[in-house]
């Protein structure tokens, strides 16, 4: 069982930036990593993805050039660096472990393990 903690969030104004950390203890390593977030009222939707060693990456198109997405597996932890901060980037935002897959995948159906989530709250 993998169990991941996020942490990081907050309350920031329009174009600010947050750092959201990932702790995943227990074979960490061996998982493509994933970010998440859901909205009040909205599906949970993809945000960004990494690969076991960090090389491939994938971002969602709302996020790509603001969003960073990164790994140090030394740490066990996966990190989501969010820059230029707009008020429709509120949503809670959740990590998760894929043990599954051959490629990444920005799909919910892909990820067996999830953290509890971390609020991002932007305001305008």
Excluded at 59 to 77: C, H, L, M, Q
Aim: charged share 20%.
């Amino acid at each position: 069982q993998v169990q991941l903690v996020e942490s990081g969030g907050g309350l920031v104004q329009a174009g600010g930036s947050l750092r959201l950390s990932c702790a995943a203890p227990g074979g960490f390593s061996r998982y493509p990593m994933g970010w998440f977030r859901q909205a009040p009222g909205k599906e949970r939707d993809f945000v960004a993805a990494i690969g076991r060693t960090g090389r491939r990456i994938i971002y969602a198109e709302p996020v790509k050039g603001r969003f960073t997405i990164s790994r140090d597996n030394a740490k066990n932890t996966v990190y989501l660096q969010m820059n230029s901060l707009k008020s429709e980037d509120t949503a809670i935002y959740y990590c998760a472990a894929d043990p599954t897959s051959l490629d990444l995948s920005d799909s919910l159906r892909s990820y067996d393990y999830w953290g509890q989530g971390t609020q991002v709250t932007v305001s305008s």
